[in-house]
C-alpha cells in the first residue's frame, strides 16, 4: 500500500464513519472500483488503524461530554443512586447498547468477514442503509430530547449498531434512524449515536490491536498506517461538526439517495464494467479462466462454477495437481488446501475447513477419544471390540504424505503415524469411497468432502486441526480474478 493510497482510504474512511453513508462500504468498495489489491495482513492492520483514528477523532469533539458522563457514573455507583443524573444514566445506557454489537461480532464473525470480501454483498447492504434512513425521516415523530432517553431507546439504538456489522450498513445511518423511530429529535438522536460509537470502537480495537504488534513486517508498513491515521482523525474529526451542523436542518433523504446511488453502481461495475476489464494472461485463452487446485479442493466444483456466472464470456479450467506439485509460473489462480511453509506470491485465504474424522455408517461408535485415535493409527488397535464397537478389524486410512491433511491429522495425534499400520488413500474421494465400503474402515476428510455415505465421528480429548483454503497469486490481482475470489469467498462462509 502506498502512502497515497492510504491517505485516500483515511480521508474516506474519517468522512464517512460520522456520514450515514457507511465506512465499511466505502472501504470495500474504494479499492474494488480502483483494482487496488492489498495484502491480506496490511489490509487488516490498515483497517484497524483508520478505525482508531476516527476514534480519536470522536473522543476529542466529545471530550467534555464523556469526562461528564465518567464521572457522573462513577458518582452515581458511589452514592448509589445510578440513574438520578442524566449523565450517570446515559453512562449505563451506553453499556447496554453496546452489547448487540459485541455479541454480533462474535456470533457471526465468519459471515460478517466474508461479506467484507464481497463488493456484491456491500453493494445490497447499502440499500438496507438507505432504507432504514428513509424509515427514520418519514416515520419519527422527532420530538423527544436526550434528556428523555430511556433504556428501550438505548436497546433499540444498540440492535441498529449491532446490524451495521456488515459492511455497506452505516452505523451512524442505522443508530440515528433507530432514534429517530422512538421519537427522539435529530440532534439528540445523532449525539447519543457518536457517543455510541466510543466503547465498541474502544474494545474492537483493543481485540484488534494484539493481532496487529504480531504482524512480522509492521515496521516496514508504519508511514502508510500513520498517513491513514492522521487523515481520519482529522477528516473524522470535521465531519462530526459537519453532521451535527446539517443535521438541525437537513433530512437524511440525500443521505439514502446516495447510498442507493452506490449500490446501483456497485452492481453494474461487478457484472458488467469488471468482467470486461480483465486482460488475457500470457499463454491463456482471452476466454478461459485457469485455475489450478490441489485434490482436497476437487469438491469446490460447485461452488466455483456457480461464481463463474459473476465472470460472463469466460470458461473455467481446472488443472487438478497434488499441492506439492503445484506449477510455480502458473498464470492462474492456485487453490490449496493448507498453508505451504514457502509461498511463490501471494496468498489469500478463502475460509477454514477443519479435518473430519470419519467410519463407515455401520460403525456403532459415535465419539472418538484422541488416545484410541492414536492407537489405531500406530497399530495397536486391531479391531474396533477393543475401543468399545463390534468385532470388526480396524482398517485405517490416511492420506498420502505429499497432502497437508496427512501432517495436520499427525500433529493432532502428537505423534506420527505408523505407515505400516495404515493403508494409503492418494487423494479425498478414494478414503470416502474405501471408507463408505468397508465396516472396519476409519480415515479423516476435509470438512467439505464428508457425505451421507460415512459417518462422522466427534473426538474427546481434543480438536480436529482446521486448514486455510488458501489462494496463491504470483502477480497482482485482476479484475476478475478478484471477482471470483470475493465470491468463493462468500460461497465458502455460507456453506460452512
Known sequence: MSILQALILGIVQGLTEFLPISSSAHLVLVPFFFGWVFPQDQAFAFDVIVQLGTLAAVIVYFWKDLWQIIRGFIQGILTRKPFESLESRLGWYLILATIPAGLFGVLIKSQVEAAFGSPFATGLFLLATAGLLIAGEQLGKKERGLGSLSWLDALVMGLGQAAAVFPGISRSGATISAGLLRGLDRPSAARFSFLMAVPIMIAAGGFSILDLIKLPDLGSFLLPLGAGFLAAAVVGFLAIHLLLKLISRASFTGFALYCIGLSILTTLFTFLIAPGLRPPQTGEA???????????????????????????????????????????????????????????????????????????????????????????????????????????????????????????????????????????????????????????????????????????????????????????????????????????????????
Open 286 to 496: 482471452a476466454q478461459v479462466f485457469e485455475v489450478q487446485l490441489s485434490p482436497s479442493l476437487e469438491s469446490l466444483g460447485e461452488e466455483m462454477n456457480r461464481c463463474m456466472a459473476y465472470l460472463p464470456g469466460e470458461g473455467l479450467a481446472l488443472i487438478e495437481r497434488p499441492a506439492g506439485n503445484f506449477d510455480a509460473l502458473f498464470g492462474g489462480i492456485s487453490l490449496r488446501w493448507g498453508a505451504p511453509d514457502t509461498i511463490p506470491g501471494k496468498a489469500y485465504t478463502l475460509g477454514e475447513d477443519p479435518l473430519t474424522v470419519i467410519v463407515n455408517p455401520a460403525n456403532p461408535l459415535n465419539e472418538i477419544s484422541l488416545e484410541d485415535l492414536k492407537r489405531i493409527y500406530t497399530g495397536a488397535a486391531a479391531s474396533w471390540s477393543e475401543l468399545g464397537g463390534t468385532n470388526e478389524p480396524v482398517k485405517a486410512w490416511s492420506y498420502s504424505e505429499a497432502e497437508d491433511a496427512y501432517q495436520l491429522f499427525g500433529r493432532m495425534l502428537g505423534s506420527p503415524v505408523n505407515p505400516g499400520a495404515i493403508w494409503i488413500a492418494a487423494e479425498p474421494g478414494a478414503m470416502l469411497r474405501w471408507v463408505s465400503q468397508d465396516a472396519g474402515a476409519i480415515g479423516y476428510l476435509p470438512q467439505s468432502w464428508v457425505n451421507e455415505g460415512v459417518k462422522a465421528l466427534r473426538i474427546s480429548g481434543g480438536e480436529p486441526p482446521a486448514a486455510p483454503v488458501l489462494a496463491i497469486l504470483p502477480l497482482e490481482l485482476t479484475p476478475s480474478q478478484q471477482t471470483f475470489l470475493n465470491c468463493l469467498q462468500l460461497e465458502l462462509s455460507t456453506a460452512r
